[in-house]
């Protein structure tokens, strides 16, 4: 089975606190995206990478930053927090689609608190 | 650019009827289209997708979905809904090498 790990469940920070999300994924995926979820709003792409070193902006990246050294391992870095990224992050992987059929493998999810 | 709408937030059904969960996409070309379920408080599970060939597609769960190329819809049903059916359902399109483009998402309520 194809798992994408994200280290924490629930996460309550401070405010302008420098906060990692890290996601790991164990099937050699060249994609990585990190997604945040708000009720009414669906998910909005924040970051993803379609290789190591790569990153490449997605609808709402400001405040947030990536980082993918390793091609298993995909970080969201949330610069200086603020009580507005308060989120469902979700991250995903997937294999670069050649012919369409793939689509994305999800973490469980973090949830995290700015307070 | 590719699309999906989901023309329903809510959708509320009782046990053992059946279910039906809205889908429309726009792309140009040949559409890739796939079904996930979200449980509170967890990521999205693929329930199933459609790259070509039969237009009536089953997935996990006792789910299936139709493809309908005139109506450009993806509809998810389930003859005979489950009460533990009760989740988030996302519709989403292949937009390109990489993404999915997501529909908003609708809720589905299955009352005993």
């Known amino acids: 089975d194809v798992k994408v790990t994200q280290s924490s469940r629930y996460l309550v920070k401070r405010t302008g606190e420098k906060v990692f999300l890290e996601c790991v994924q164990d099937?050699?995926?060249?994609?990585m995206f990190w997604y945040r979820q708000d009720p009414g709003l669906g998910l909005r792409l924040i970051y993803f990478s379609y290789d190591v070193k790569m990153k490449e902006k997605g609808d709402i990246p400001e405040g947030y930053s990536v980082s993918r050294e390793k091609k298993e391992r995909f970080s969201l870095i949330l610069e200086s927090a603020s009580t507005n990224q308060t989120s469902m992050y979700l991250c995903?992987?997937?294999?670069?689609?050649?012919?369409?059929?793939?689509?994305?493998?999800f973490g469980s999810g973090t949830r995290l608190t700015v307070v | 650019a590719q699309s999906v709408a989901q023309p329903e937030d809510q959708v509320k059904v009782a046990e053992g009827n059946p279910l039906t969960v809205k889908c429309t996409y726009s792309?140009?070309?040949?559409?890739?289209l796939f079904w996930y379920v979200q449980y509170p408080n967890r990521g999205l599970q693929f329930l199933l997708k459609?790259?070509?060939?039969?237009?009536l597609v089953k997935g996990s769960y006792g789910f299936e979905a139709e493809f309908n190329k005139s109506q450009t819809s993806f509809h998810l049903k389930k003859p005979s809904a489950l009460v533990s059916d009760s989740a988030l359902y996302f519709c989403a399109v292949r937009e390109d090498d990489y993404k999915l483009s997501f529909g908003a998402g609708t809720t589905v309520t299955v009352r005993a």
């Open positions: 099937m050699d995926h060249e994609n």
């Open positions: 792309v140009s070309g040949n559409p890739y």
């Open positions: 459609y790259i070509t060939g039969d237009n």
């Open positions: 995903a992987s997937s294999y670069t689609a050649g012919q369409g059929g793939y689509g994305y493998t």
